[in-house]
């Protein structure tokens, strides 16, 4: 069964008892039993829910894993992954990583005693060396954010595997159509489904998926004991947005490519960040690792903030606003908007100045964004 096909029908098959194509939405906080102890299948929302195990069904089946599990935010999707670490033990991450994955560990786990440490991942040497006896966990975002690096998961996941390591690759830029980490060699796989997954801006969501049995309940038990699960609406709401998944990346990618091609050619620009752009040192790897070159794209704007300000405030079509994945197009400034929360040291590090734009590219129609940007630039 090929992907669009997957996407229409995961988690949507008919109800069960009734026959409806669009099956039911079960509100319930808690379930009959049939007996002390004799349940049904289902005891209390928190722990399982017949609405939000549809949802855990797609994700898996999209990702190609065995489980899946969803949760209130990615946010929350991310912290029951750390919450499989204990103290002393070292996490580490891709040096381009979102601000939210960055505040977790550096201001909340660290006060667990568990410590991370920052590594260049496009350099396999570097990564190996920072491995240490405490290391325990390797994290990663390719493409990244909102640098837009394609970091090589096939070659990561064999360093991983080798030093006994987990290895979690947050997909939420590429989505399940554009990448399969768990095919490339991940142990987890991160979902915000805010983003893509459900493609509306309408939902705050998370998700896991997963083929490592042990790994999976201990996790389904965290997600029980932690209790950040999302409403039965809400995961209706997702595999709502999921029968269009397909449909809706094909287009995100089309824009995207079509934006970054003629930000290259401006004068204004400095440097473009695309997956699927020619000129890219990665584009050999994303091509090999992923379908197409998702929504999702960055540049340098031509003397700083200031011409970058008047970028983004000039934009009509694209929508000022944090956030991504939605049908709408959306530009931030990653500085001081969605990467604030770093440290100023940690940003220029990372590459992100002041003069760093980021576009959530939509499915509107293409010739229409491209002269938006256009008149943009003309201000910038």
Not at 118 to 129: F, G, P
Not at 295 to 301: A, C, E, I, K, Y
Not at 349 to 361: C, E, F, T, Y
Request: charged letters at 25%; hydrophobic letters at 40%.
């Amino acid at each position: 069964m090929r992907f669009a096909t997957k996407a229409v029908r995961a988690g949507n098959e008919p109800d069960e008892k009734t026959g409806a194509v669009s099956p039911p939405i079960y509100t319930a906080s808690t379930f009959a039993q049939d007996g002390i102890g004799k349940p049904r299948g289902y005891e209390y929302s928190r722990s399982g829910n017949p609405t939000r195990e549809r949802l855990e069904r797609a994700v898996a089946t999209l990702e190609q894993g065995r489980h899946g599990l969803a949760f209130s935010s990615g946010l929350a999707a991310i912290t029951n992954v750390g919450s499989l670490l204990k103290k002393g033990d070292q996490v580490l991450i891709c040096n381009d990583v979102y601000g939210g994955t960055f505040r977790l560990f550096n201001r909340v786990f660290s006060n667990f005693g568990i410590t991370f440490k920052m590594v260049d991942a496009t350099d396999l040497d570097s990564l190996e060396r920072a491995v240490s006896n405490r290391t325990r966990m390797v994290w990663l975002e390719s493409p990244t954010n909102p640098l837009m690096a394609i970091l090589d998961i096939r070659a990561i996941s064999k360093v991983a595997k080798n030093r006994g390591l987990i290895l979690a690759v947050d997909n939420t830029f590429a989505s399940p159509y554009l990448q399969n980490p768990l095919k490339l060699g991940a142990t987890i796989v991160v979902h915000s489904t805010t983003k893509y997954i459900s493609g509306h801006s309408d939902l705050i969501g998370g998700a896991l998926a997963l083929s490592d049995q042990e790994l999976y309940e201990r996790l389904k038990f965290l997600q029980n004991a932690m209790g950040a699960v999302p409403s039965p609406f809400d995961c209706y709401l997702t595999l709502r947005g999921i029968r269009t998944l397909y449909l809706r990346m094909v287009q995100h990618s089309s824009n995207a490519l079509a934006i970054a091609e003629l930000l290259e050619k401006s004068d204004k620009v400095r440097n473009v960040y695309y997956p699927f752009l020619r000129s890219s040192k990665t584009y050999k790897l994303a091509r090999r690792q992923m379908v197409l070159g998702g929504g999702m794209l960055s540049f340098t704007v031509k003397g700083g903030y200031k011409p970058a300000k008047a970028f983004l405030e000039s934009l009509k079509l694209f929508s000022l606003a944090e956030s991504l994945g939605g049908v709408e197009s959306l530009a931030e400034h990653p500085a001081r908007m969605t990467h604030s929360s770093l440290p100023e040291k940690e940003r220029k590090k990372m590459g992100i100045g002041d003069d760093l734009v980021r576009l959530s590219v939509g499915v509107e129609d293409r010739d229409d964004l491209l002269g938006d940007v256009e008149q943009a630039l003309k201000r910038a």
